[in-house]
């Protein structure tokens, strides 16, 4: 899939034209019915930093159409629950650039900071707006 979406996101013409101006910050162009995961577009309109998290049990695909966003990776030191944050360290940080697609696994560890406008496309394995995840802080 991440292949597939490298693809499309070098031709010009899908990125002109499924990550247009009037794309909110998300925007669910497909869910499957049957398989349950779903294609996102998203434009971010200015600097936005999101804080460490993960996807659950599902994997997610982030996918740069437009700008760049640096992702870091965050090591688990101390597990979350429902009543206390868990605790992660920093690992790594990189960029994605236009055309760029990265997999994400289940419980993989992530942020994503934006320093400007960015336009992406995100394919999670179920709607996470449907799923309820823990919290994570970076350990001091």
Not at 84 to 98: C, E, H, N
Not at 108 to 113: A, G, K, W
Request: neutral net charge; aromatic residues 8%; hydrophobic residues 30%.
């Amino acid at each position: 899939m991440c292949e597939l979406l490298r693809a499309a996101l070098k031709d010009e013409s899908f990125v002109a034209s499924t990550l247009t101006d009037d794309v909110p910050e998300r925007k669910i162009l497909y869910e499957d019915p049957e398989l349950g995961f779903v294609i996102l577009a998203h434009h971010y309109k200015g600097a936005k930093e999101s804080p460490p998290h993960d996807h659950g049990p599902y994997w997610a695909i982030y996918g740069q159409g437009r700008g760049e966003t640096k992702m870091s990776d965050w090591e688990l030191l101390e597990p979350a629950s429902e009543e206390k944050p868990g605790k992660v360290r920093k690992t790594r940080t990189y960029s994605l650039t236009p055309g760029m697609a990265y997999l994400y696994n289940e419980g993989d560890l992530h942020s994503p900071s934006r320093a400007g406008s960015t336009r992406l496309i995100r394919i999670e394995g179920r709607n996470m707006e449907k799923v309820k995840r823990l919290k994570y802080e970076a350990a001091a």
